[in-house]
């Protein structure tokens, strides 16, 4: 699926996505519980035939047939079980890991898995220029506290001089730079955060912006910004 086309999908759409690689396990895992399914209700209604029909009129030979033939569905109900446990589960694995490639391909320079401010949309941590980050940027810094309270933005402006400033709060301030390809380094209010710039999709504003993720390596908090500007 294209980066542009992740900007018309529902969550679960995307996620659905994820089972088209593997799409012939999901099929044989459904085929096989509903074969489960079918040997479990089949059971009562037999023996119901069985003790009803069969034995009180003498007709053995019918009936051991009918044993003979649900033995060998329950044999069957063996193996089709085995595939639901194993084969069910890689498929399960297979999915989940496909996600965390997405969910966790973006790493820091000292290794650490850095979460993107937007939702996945298909991007891949590119080259930027240093042409291409100057500008207004929404700060968020999510601290280390556990709370349910959502933090608020603040205005920051990444200067081409490599400065970063803020007019709501000058202990904001401090500097940026760009190593690598995509490589963030930031010192803000005397902390330093490695990350990563990278471009993203704006769903609120229905626009691209160069977004940097951040984390302070002895503290292990994560600051996001996102330009204010369409890039």
């Known amino acids: 699926m294209k980066t542009r086309d992740f900007h018309k ?11 088209r690689p593997h ?17 479990d209700l089949a059971f009562p209604f037999i023996s119901r035939l069985c003790l009803e029909e ?3 009129f003498g ?5 051991f047939t009918v044993a003979a033939v649900l033995l060998g569905a329950y044999l069957l109900r063996s193996v089709l079980q085995y595939v639901v446990c194993f084969w069910g589960h890689t498929f399960g694995v297979l999915v989940e890991a496909d ?14 898995p850095v979460l993107a401010p937007y939702r996945y949309t298909g991007e891949t941590a590119g080259a ?14 999510h601290g280390r506290a556990i709370t349910d309270e959502i933090s608020l933005s603040v205005n920051i402006t990444l200067g081409k001089d490599g400065r970063i400033s803020c007019k709501e709060n000058e202990d904001l301030s ?20 490695t990350g990563l710039f ?16 951040a984390l302070d390596d002895e503290t292990g908090m994560c600051v996001w910004g996102s330009g204010v500007n369409a890039r």
Request: hydrophobic content about 45%; overall charge negative.
């Open 9 to 19: 999908q529902s969550l679960m759409s995307i996620f659905l996505s994820y089972f």
């Open 23 to 39: 799409l012939g396990l999901f099929l044989l895992d459904m085929a096989c519980a509903l074969a489960i399914s079918l040997i």
């Open 54 to 56: 069969l034995i009180p």
């Open 59 to 63: 007709r053995y030979r019918t009936f």
């Open 99 to 112: 996600i965390r490639r997405d969910l966790f391909a973006l790493m820091a320079r000292n290794g650490w």
């Open 128 to 141: 930027v220029t240093a042409e291409e980050i100057p500008g207004t940027y929404k700060l968020v810094n």
């Open 174 to 193: 401090g500097t940026w730079a760009l190593t690598g390809d995509s490589q963030a380094e930031l010192t803000i209010d005397g902390r330093t955060y």
């Open 198 to 213: 990278l471009v993203q999709w704006d769903e609120d504003g229905q626009k691209e912006v160069m977004t940097f993720t």
